[in-house]
């Protein structure tokens, strides 16, 4: 006996099957929307903010493409001051990523061709009329695509990426584009460090 509204065991009400091949669902720590909030608990934030961790809201997203590259940079503001998170995915993994919090140390004009080890120099917090010299040594450099997104849209960019090091593992990224150039210093921070909390994006009025 043949089974109601079947015909050879296949259902004759079902919807035809959808052969489009699905989007892969996006990672939270990637392309995450302007205007979403992200509270950093850090070692830095805890020295800079007093707070065991501070909330701040995400005003501009950089997105690098390039040769074994994919980095978000998410500048980040609270009513005081901007900080940088990164995101790298970790070349050769479906989904791993490593996370850095960065501050831009300078922005200028590009003079010279960038040395391969560049000495910046940072006050002494023990004396007020010293500095302390912190050497980083170039490890790559890396052509990439730049998409810059803020609220009022998205530019695209060609630049290129001074990766330095220092003996301490800290980290410091040099934006070249076109002849400006953007500082970034940083260290890794983990995971838990790091909590996102994504706008909604607002639905589109219907007529």
Not at 120 to 135: F, G, K, R
Request: net charge negative; hydrophobic share 35%.
């Amino acid at each position: 006996m043949a089974l109601f509204g079947r015909k050879g065991g296949k259902s004759l009400f079902g919807k035809p099957k959808d052969d489009t091949p699905k989007k892969p669902e996006r990672h939270e720590l990637v392309d995450i929307p302007i205007d979403s909030m992200i509270e950093l608990s850090d070692i830095a934030t805890y020295e800079e903010t007093g707070d065991t961790s501070h909330a701040f809201k995400l005003v501009t997203r950089k997105k690098y493409e390039g040769d074994s590259l994919q980095r978000y940079m998410y500048h980040i503001q609270d009513v005081e001051e901007e900080v940088v998170v990164g995101v790298d995915h970790v070349a050769g993994t479906k989904d791993e990523y490593e996370i850095s919090r960065w501050i831009i140390d300078a922005e200028q004009e590009l003079g010279d061709p960038l040395p391969d080890v560049m000495t910046l120099y940072y006050p002494d917090p023990d004396n007020e009329h010293e500095d302390i010299a912190v050497e980083y040594s170039r490890q790559e450099i890396i052509p990439a695509t730049l998409t810059v997104t803020t609220a009022q849209g998205q530019e695209e960019f060609e630049v290129e990426l001074h990766e330095f090091l220092n003996d301490n593992d800290e980290l410091m990224s040099i934006e070249c584009c076109g002849d400006w150039l953007t500082f970034y210093v940083g260290t890794l921070i983990t995971r838990a460090d790091i909590e996102i909390y994504p706008a909604i994006a607002a639905e589109p009025v219907r007529k």
